[in-house]
Structure formats: structure tokens, C-alpha cells
């Protein structure tokens, strides 16, 4: 389904879903919010990784779990260099990971159909285009990458 001009979407028969709007550097994302297990202010420094990517920000011990930040700027190629003041605690089918994001803009309901690559969909949002995102698509872009063994696990947190 092709957006059908800037403004309000008309979702026209498409699926929607209740999408977390967030921006990252210029640009804006969406992720389902069936995805988001919770959003919280970036207090801590992640604990650095050795031999990480530049962006696996590091482990954050979050309610005592070791959890993985990821700067989403750096693995999205959008904004490097962007740490983000907020986090969006996202479950994958193997864990969950936080995204660091600049700002939490709205809660909406968006079309998750349109054009676009498999790993890149967007929609339109009061006039501008919102990047969404899916669960699986953070995973392929994550890659294969692994914690390794030995890396830092935040003070009090489970391994």
C-alpha cells in the first residue's frame, strides 16, 4: 500500500498497530508496541564490552538482569555518535535488548503495511515519515553478534 501524501494515513484496509514513535538523531522509528516491554530514562552508563561493535553501547543492569544497550543511530547508520537519553526495552525471540533513542514523541496507531525493503517500512505521521521497525528485523541487523564470554556483567546483575 503506497502512503497516500503526507498527512494523516489513510489506513484504508491496512493492518495497523499500536506503534511506540521514537526519534533517533533526525529521523523518526516505530516499533509495535506488542514489541516494547518498557521505556526508561538512560541513568546509567552501560558497562563497555570488549571487542564490541560500536553499537553495543554495553550491558546495562536492568532490575537486575544484564541487559544489552544498543545505540540505535550507530547500528541504523543514521546518527553515529548519538547516545540517546531514553531507553526502549524491546524483547526479541532470545532476549531483550535496550535501545538508546533520543525521544519518546507518541503512542499511535500506524499502517504496517507500505512500501519498502523487508528490513525498512514506513508510514506517514502528521506530514513526515516514520521508520517502521519489527522485532525480527532488530535481530538481523544485530547479526550473529554475541556477548562474549567473560565480557562484564553490570554489578548485581544475573548472567
Known amino acids: 500500500m503506497t502512503p497516500a501524501a503526507p498527512g494523516e494515513p489513510d489506513h484504508g484496509g491496512a493492518a495497523a498497530a499500536r506503534t511506540l514513535v521514537f526519534r533517533v538523531g533526525p529521523e523518526r522509528f516505530g516499533l509495535p508496541l506488542s514489541a516494547v ?6 541513568v546509567e552508563t552501560p558497562v563497555p ?4 561493535p560500536r553499537w553495543a553501547a554495553g550491558l546495562l543492569n536492568h532490575h537486575g538482569q544484564a541487559v544489552l544497550a ?9 546518527a553515529p555518535g548519538t547516545t540517546g537519553s531514553q ?13 538508546a533513542v533520543d525521544e519518546i514523541e507518541a503512542l499511535e496507531v500506524l499502517s504496517l503495511e507500505g512500501p519498502g525493503s523487508q528490513e525498512q517500512r514506513r508510514a506517514w505521521l502528521r ?3 516514520v521508520n517502521l521497525l519489527e522485532a525480527d528485523t532488530l535481530c538481523h541487523l544485530l547479526g550473529a553478534w554475541q ?12 548472567g
Request: hydrophobic share 55%.
Open 87 to 99: 531507553y526502549v526495552l524491546v524483547q526479541l525471540p532470545q532476549e531483550s535488548i535496550a535501545l
Open 147 to 158: 556477548r562474549p564470554a567473560g565480557a562484564p556483567i553490570p554489578p548485581g546483575a544475573a
Open 70 to 78: 544498543v545505540r540505535l543511530g550507530e547500528l541504523l547508520a543514521v
Open 37 to 42: 516491554r518498557e521505556v526508561f530514562a538512560a
Open 127 to 129: 506530514g513526515t515519515l
Open 49 to 52: 564490552i570488549p571487542a564490541a
